[in-house]
């Protein structure tokens, strides 16, 4: 899988980190529910086209909490492993549950950029993974924090977009009748503009 490759489902796993309302408190970078709606988006493009899923937290009963509740009932059949650890990726159970999913593309995002999302990144990159990082469902310290982090990733590998680039990168072909309706939903649930348009057009274009 290269930078240029384009995805599909069965190409990848998406890694949710700290999701957390603790953390999004901190969040500056961007409004936190954008980027919570955002982290949402991401779950449900993931389970409309059957790509696995892992949650990890840390700190739930000291300081973060629990997985925040949008995404808890998206992905209700995941079950987050909880960490000490920063960096995912040195934490055994949590990088066993990664690469027991099979795939060798991750798709990240989560809390907070500038440490528990970039640090997995860049040992999953130190391990041949190839990572792309949702940008715009990540939340950071402050805008230049995030920024900076964003940077790094990506002159370390990593690939960026966003979850509707990913949405549409899966289903490429709007006659894929199987996801179609599950992907549109999402589309115009968080898709803001363009999700008006496709309810716009449900309604002007008739059978």
């Known amino acids: ?4 490759s384009l995805l599909t489902p069965q190409d990848c796993a998406v890694l949710i980190v700290d999701a957390q ?16 709606g955002n982290l949402v988006a991401l779950a449900q493009t993931a389970k409309a086209f059957d790509v696995p899923v892992i949650v990890s937290t840390s700190a739930t009963k000291v300081y973060s909490g629990p ?5 808890r009932a998206v992905l209700a059949d995941v079950v987050p492993v909880e960490r000490r650890n920063m960096n995912l990726w ?13 795939r060798r593309t ?18 999953a990159l130190a391990d041949g993974f190839a990572v792309r990082v949702v940008t715009d469902a990540c939340g950071g310290l402050t805008p230049d924090s995030h920024a900076a982090a964003i940077q790094r990733m990506v002159q370390a590998g990593a690939v960026p977009t966003s979850w509707l680039q990913l949405l549409l990168e899966l289903q490429r072909d709007w006659t894929r009748h199987e996801t179609y309706e599950a992907a549109r939903g999402i589309v115009v649930e968080h898709g803001g503009g363009y999700g008006i348009g496709l309810d716009y057009a449900r309604d002007m274009i008739h059978p």
């Open 90 to 102: 040195e934490d055994e159970a949590a990088r066993t549950a990664v690469v027991a999913t099979g």
């Open 21 to 36: 309302a603790g953390l999004a408190f901190a969040t500056g970078s961007a409004d936190r529910q954008t980027v919570r």
């Open 106 to 123: 991750l798709i990240v995002a989560g809390l907070l950029t500038e440490a528990c999302v970039s640090f997995p990144v860049l040992s």
């Open 1 to 4: 899988m290269t930078a240029t």
């Open 67 to 71: 997985l925040m509740p949008p995404l």
